[in-house]
Every structure is written in C-alpha cells, then in structure tokens.
C-alpha cells in the first residue's frame, strides 16, 4: 500500500478513533486503526468489540492495499507534522509502514489486516432520520447521570427511545434521574426502544458535535447503528430491562421556587467548597423571600449564602449532593429554572423555566445528614 494524503484530513478521521481504541487490553489489534484503499479513498475502522467507528477520507493512491497502525501513535505523529502531504507506504514484507512529510521520517510495525475483526454490517435500508441538534442535546442533559457501577449493567447506558413525532434519552445512577425530550419529524412504524452504552453516547456526542448532518439510525438484532455523513457508529446494545422512569418522577410537590440559574450556580460552587469532601451535602433553607445555600463540616467549617425568590409558601430545608445539582445547572441553557420540592424526605425536581426546543426533568433524591 502506498499513499498521500492531506494531513489536515488524517487528523480530523483519526481524533474520532482516540476514544474506541482501548490502551490496555488483551487483545492487542484492536489498538491499532485498519486503513483500506477504495479508489482514491482510505477507509478507517476501529473497534473495542462493543463500539466500531469507520470513517473515510480522500487520497492520492499509489498502490492500494490495507495495513492496520497503532491509533494513538498514528494519530500522535500526523498531528506533530507540519501542514501538508502525509505519506504513507508499507514494506515489501509488510511488516512496517513508513510515515512521511517533509523531512519527518518514521517506520511504525502493523499487524495483519486478516487478524483484523470483521465489524457487524447494515445495508441502512430501514434507517430512520433524526435531527443531529435535537439528538445532541438529549445526550449532554443525560449521559452524566449514567451508573458507573458495573452490577447493574443496565443502568450503565441511557434509554433511548423514539416515538413518532418525539424522541426521548432517559438516565439515572439511582440518586438521581435525568429525562429530556425534543421533538422531530417521525412517523408511525419507525419506533425504537434501546438502552446506548455511556461509551456510545461519548462518541456520538463528538461525532454530533463536527457536524449539523442529521443522523440516520437503524436498529439491527444485536447492534445500533448510526450514520452521520461518511462516519458509521456501530453500538452492541445492553441487553436488559430499563427501570419504569415514569413511576420515579413525582407528581405531588406543591413548593415551586424559580431561580437565576448563574446565580444559583455561582452560590453552589462557592458554598460547597466548604462542604464534606465525600458526601459533598448542601442545605437549601426554604424561607419566605430567599433561599439559603448552606454547608458545614468538622474539618473545613461552614459556609452560607442568601439567593432572593419569590417564594411565600412553608419554611423548609432540604439537603442535596452539591455535585448533582451542578450537573445539571451545567447542561441547562435556560435563564430561569425551578426546583419543586413537597418536603425534605421526597424526590425534588429540577427542571429549566421556558426552555426552547426540548423539555428536560431532573428528579433528585435528597441526602439525610
């Protein structure tokens, strides 16, 4: 195989690769990236088993052919070369590709393309639209609330479901739920119900993120796919039941306060740098006319500060995880959002006021200090 491409092109194709690509693993060819030549084409495909990535660019071919190169330090030298032309250029034997520009030279070992894992496949014949802004947005107000915990395996992805006009992503660690939904142009028989690994959903995020093509979608037996122009997401789906999250959100709190969402942040992160560094507790004292925001600890002292609010109903004080709330006034771009509490023990809802273009819930366990 021989042939020259721009670098410009190889860097913004092999970035997409940095996540799929494991550092550590037991089978070392799926470290490396495969590249095929199709005409003045080279195809990409990485893979970890569970999540496949294969992308494309243009190049001037030589001689066509397929190597397969470590990802991260194929990536890591294109990157280091100047502007311009990159060649690339197997041995006779095989066994090395030689990288070039300008008057870089390096010689990189491969693996053969035939121990290569052959990625699963779709036609995209009964592939549905969805808009990429809608689809970005439902990842970036989800994914955070995703279980790291492995024993519960089907908490360690989001819900992702589509039903004609709406399209839902729903997730939750079990302290806390996150549901938002946008609209789009569907019709009836196109429904889908699958639960997208946390991995799948960083990557197709970034991917969401390069472009403003819409996604075409299709769900296979075992796998998802996702096609966004030349780049092709293929997911293994979690096998398993998704809790019953309509049943978590809570329909009786009757105390609505609204607040300045950078105020609110501001207040947070300042008073919950005195807080327990492992429990990470806040106090919200619900007063008439103000929110109080504290925290207290034996090793760091305590903290207070007043937010005014347009509020007359029963005193109350509710503790949360300071880090919970800031997830989710980070990923809210509304200027006003509400908290909806009914007393100190119950789920309380977070939510954006007059949000555009989706609705969002964020339920919230409180902490009992």
Do not use: W
Request: aromatic share 6%; proline share 5%; charged share 25%.
């Amino acid at each position: 195989m021989e042939l020259v491409a721009r670098k410009a092109d190889l860097v913004r194709e092999l970035q997409f690769f940095q996540q799929i690509v494991e550092r550590k693993n037991t089978i070392p060819i799926l470290a490396n990236v495969l590249i095929e030549t199709e005409g003045n084409t080279i195809k990409l495909l990485a893979t970890d088993i569970e999540v496949t990535l294969s992308s494309q660019c243009e190049a001037a071919v030589e001689k066509p052919g397929g190597v397969t190169l470590p990802a991260k330090k194929l990536y890591e030298i294109v990157r280091s070369l100047p502007d311009g032309d990159v060649k690339l250029a197997s041995s006779k034997d095989g066994n090395h590709v030689t990288v070039s520009a300008d008057r870089f030279e390096s010689k990189m070992p491969t693996m053969p393309v035939t121990d290569f894992p052959s990625p699963p496949s779709s036609e995209m014949t009964q592939a549905i639209g969805l808009p990429s802004a809608s689809l970005r947005q439902l990842i970036s107000k989800t994914q955070f609330a995703i279980t790291g915990e492995d024993t519960r395996y089907y908490l360690n992805g989001a819900l992702f479901v589509v039903k004609g006009d709406s399209m839902t992503m729903v997730a939750t660690d079990g302290h806390r739920l996150a549901l938002a939904t946008a609209p789009r142009s569907g019709a009836k028989g196109d429904d889908v119900k699958a639960i997208l690994p946390r991995k799948t959903l960083a990557e197709l995020g970034r991917l969401l993120a390069d472009s403003d093509r819409d996604v075409d979608y299709e769900r296979g037996e075992n796998h998802m796919f996702f096609r966004i122009g030349p780049r092709l997401l293929v997911s293994r789906m979690i096998d398993g039941q998704f809790p019953a999250y309509e049943k978590v959100i809570p329909k009786g709190n009757d105390k609505h306060i609204e607040f300045e969402r950078d105020r609110l942040t501001a207040a947070v992160k300042r008073v919950a740098i005195l807080s327990n560094e492992r429990s990470r507790a806040l106090k919200f004292m619900i007063d008439k006319g103000h929110v109080d925001v504290t925290t207290s600890s034996p090793e760091f002292g305590e903290a207070r500060e007043p937010i005014a609010v347009d509020y007359s109903g029963p005193s109350l004080t509710i503790c949360f995880n300071a880090q919970y709330v800031l997830d989710f006034l980070n990923v809210v771009d509304a200027e006003i959002v509400a908290l909806d509490v009914k007393d100190d023990v119950s789920q309380a809802v977070l939510s954006p006021v007059n949000a555009e273009g989706y609705s969002y819930t964020y339920v919230i366990m409180p902490m009992r200090v």
